[in-house]
């Protein structure tokens, strides 16, 4: 018996011994379950978090949109909030837009200030496929025009007022030209610097190829990020009676006269410089020649494209308008601070003395304007700013449609 019973004590050892490993790993699974699990729980109540402000902040817009129907705002300036903050909510801004601009314009310089003042300004606008599939263009050609929301890509301030909202320095109001200095609520301008950064503008519709939509008018920058595409009703969209301000109407009044040049002439041997820089600038271009582009060219030219600054203080824009670092913009209230600071670095020279640059199409344009508001276009070459070409292979497509 006290055999046996060693036996079982031994074998009770054995068995006890070689089962602690298992218990140990054992125990490590568990508090890995276990830390698993905590973490689980943790990522389910941010996600509930998250959640709950995303409803509480769509409460606060549709108490909002109520409180400004009560008031009687017209519910257009509503959509147009609910669009920014869905903007902001699903973060898309500004490098997953729906589509993006091809532009005859390289820079913001010369960029019209509104959209159809230059009828031969052009651009291909281009469906990102992986977001909206290209059936979604069908019957868009049947409208002669329609409207374009898009994203202020090139706003030096973007990234603050994206990413560091109580660092971007951001101003109230904004220099108005048409007021010599004066300044105005940013809200109550088409300034492109806005605390959140959208823009809308109406472009012809020329015709719709595949996944790219031919536009002229425009008076968007090459790269330009579009968030949507609506067509122009004329019914509703064009509202009879409308009012605006006083300052606006002498504004109206005096615009074209303000901003029409005198003269637009070019140097004798301006023609043959530009084709030389057609040679490339052809192959990618929506223009079907030299000539075309230098109709384009005087259309542009045809108003003043400089500043309010550069009016008043002209300086040498050498740098400044060649990188395209201007702070002319496409809208009427567009002289901002920082186009201020830039007028403080004139110089001595006379208006004619000054070269400014002009760059379309990959093509930069040297030209002078004298106090009589005469330009004379001087000379053309290849710009190292090229054009975000994304759909080129259709631009003899775009061109056969205009010849």
């Not at 949109?65 to 009687?72: E, N, P, Q, T, V």
């Not at 300052?247 to 410089?273: I, K, N, P, T």
Request: some cysteine; proline content about 5%.
């Amino acid at each position: 018996m006290v055999g046996i019973q060693q036996s079982f004590s031994v074998m009770k050892w054995t068995v006890s011994k070689s089962a602690a490993p298992r218990r140990r790993r054992c125990r490590a699974l568990a508090e890995r379950v276990r830390e698993l699990e905590a973490q689980l729980k943790a990522s389910v109540e941010k996600g509930a978090a998250e959640r709950c402000g995303r409803i509480r902040a769509q409460q606060v817009l549709l108490r909002t949109l109520l409180l400004g129907s009560a008031k009687g705002v017209g519910p257009r300036a509503g959509d147009f909030t609910f669009i920014v903050v869905v903007v902001i909510f699903f973060g898309f801004l500004p490098d997953d837009p729906m589509a993006t601009v091809r532009s005859c314009f390289s820079t913001r310089n010369g960029t019209p200030r509104q959209p159809l003042l230059v009828p031969l300004a052009r651009a291909c606008l281009t469906l990102d496929t992986s977001r909206v599939p290209p059936g979604a263009l069908e019957g868009l050609a049947e409208y002669s025009h329609c409207w374009i929301l898009y994203v202020f890509h090139l706003n030096t301030d973007l990234e603050k007022l994206w990413k560091h909202p109580s660092r971007s320095g951001f101003k109230a109001k904004v220099r108005v030209p048409r007021l010599k200095g004066g300044k105005m609520g940013v809200l109550a301008t088409r300034s492109p610097h806005r605390p959140c950064p959208i823009g809308l503008t109406v472009a012809k519709v020329e015709g719709v190829d595949g996944r790219a939509v031919l536009l002229s008018g425009v008076d968007l920058v090459d790269g330009t990020p579009v968030l949507d595409i609506k067509p122009y009703l004329p019914y509703s969209d064009c509202v009879r009676g409308a009012r605006t301000p006083t300052w606006l109407q002498v504004f109206f009044l005096r615009f074209f006269h303000s901003l029409d040049v005198a003269s637009v002439q070019f140097s004798e041997g301006f023609s043959s410089l530009l084709a030389k820089c057609w040679e490339a600038a052809g192959k990618w271009s929506l223009y079907a020649s030299d000539d075309e582009l230098k109709d384009l060219i005087r259309q542009v030219l045809s108003w003043d494209i400089r500043s309010m600054s550069q009016r008043n203080r002209p300086h040498d824009a050498t740098s400044a308008d060649k990188s395209g670092a201007s702070d002319v913009q496409s809208d009427m209230g567009n002289e901002s601070d920082e186009g201020s600071r830039e007028s403080a670095r004139a110089s001595s020279l006379l208006p004619d003395e000054v070269t400014y640059h002009l760059i379309v199409e990959g093509v930069d344009i040297t030209y002078r304007i004298d106090e009589n508001s005469n330009i004379m276009v001087e000379g053309a070459s290849l710009s190292n700013i090229k054009n975000n070409s994304r759909h080129s292979g259709s631009n003899a497509t775009w061109r056969n449609k205009f010849s």
